[in-house]
């Protein structure tokens, strides 16, 4: 490759001389040429009397120093074309005595694959048959060994998910345990929480006014969400009156109990516009917001009840306890724009 570029790099140096020497002699005719006329306008020039000036430019003008640079420019290249060719001379050489190399070489190749085909082909000795049999059975316990390395990798996993099946199986018994226990406690809250409810209707039921026997004596309240359905002592039969008390005492038991127990989840809010209702007699209505109102003074906790009456309890009939006013035939509580 170094031979083969200095060939090309040679070939460019004397390129170069020739084309210095052309030029040279291109610039010895060019410079006695003297315009009269502007090749570009065709201008008439006016004459130079100064022999060393461009008659065309007015640059300064100097043969002899134009003469000398290109004949050291000429010179230098022909020493380089000198120290190349003599430097590609003992490349040369080297490159026969390679080529003489590489036949040799060659020739030992070609020796020794011959010898390597003739021993190839003749009879296989006993060492040789011994050796195959070597060479078979190094393979087989090689693969062997292999083989018994992939079951160590396995074994290996196989512990390593033992373990982590193991911690699962604790994490789930964990997990198992505590949800029982929730379950448990969660099951004990709410019969707590029924039964807080069912002793505040109670409560009501026992200071109704003497209408319904089953309410003086009631013992127990049980509920059903699911069925929508209220009993007392199982009975669930009751006049139309008595089941809006039943129902008002209910709602108003969520609330108490609720105001007595911290961890109630229910509103301390209660709300009632039914109090009224199916016949409802004044005395017994009256007697029931009294309840209401002595029950809500013995709770510490926050809590609000309203509720609305067209009877309401004369002793209740105050700034204390009443908001907004009476609602009459003249001045309804409910003003509709016409």
């Known amino acids: 490759m170094d031979f083969a570029d200095s060939e090309v790099f040679i070939t460019t140096l004397e390129r170069k001389v020739q084309a210095l020497q052309n030029s040279s002699t291109v610039a010895a005719t060019i410079s006695e040429v003297q315009y009269e006329w502007c090749p570009v306008c065709f201008a008439p020039l006016a004459a130079e009397n100064n022999p060393h000036a461009c008659r065309l ?9 134009l003469r000398k640079r290109m004949v050291s420019q000429i010179s230098d290249m022909i020493v380089q074309v000198k120290q190349s060719k003599a430097l590609q001379g003992d490349r040369s050489k080297a490159l026969e005595e390679v080529a003489q190399r590489k036949s040799e070489l060659r020739a030992k190749w070609d020796a020794a694959k011959s010898e390597l085909t003739r021993v190839r082909r003749s009879p296989m000795s006993e060492d040789k048959d011994r050796l195959r049999a070597l060479n078979e059975r190094f393979g087989y316990l090689k693969r062997e060994l292999e083989g018994v390395d992939e079951k160590a990798a396995l074994i290996g996993r196989l512990d390593e998910m033992s373990r982590q099946k193991a ?32 002793t505040e209707t109670v409560h009501f039921l026992h200071h109704d006014l003497p209408r319904q026997d089953s309410f003086q004596n009631a013992e127990t309240v049980t509920f059903s969400f699911g069925e929508d359905k209220i009993s007392v002592d199982g009975e669930s039969y009751f006049s139309a009156s008595s089941k809006v008390y039943l129902k008002n005492s209910f709602l108003a038991a969520f609330l108490f109990s609720a105001a007595r127990d911290g961890q109630f989840r229910h509103l301390r809010f209660l709300i009632l516009d039914t109090i009224e209702d199916k016949g409802m007699e004044p005395a017994r209505s009256q007697n029931f917001q009294q309840l209401l109102v002595d029950r809500s003074s013995s ?3 926050d809590h609000q009840v309203i509720f609305a009456t067209a009877m309401i309890n004369p002793a209740l009939d105050t700034d204390e306890f009443v908001v907004g006013r009476r609602s009459t035939h003249d001045t309804r509580t409910l003003l509709i724009a016409g």
């Open 57 to 65: 430019c007015k640059e300064p003008f100097d043969e002899e120093r």
């Open 167 to 198: 911690e699962l199986a604790a994490n789930i018994t964990e997990l198992v345990d505590t949800n029982q226990r929730l379950k448990a406690s969660e099951a004990q809250r709410l019969a707590k929480a029924y039964s807080e409810v069912a």
């Open 299 to 301: 709770i510490e906790a």
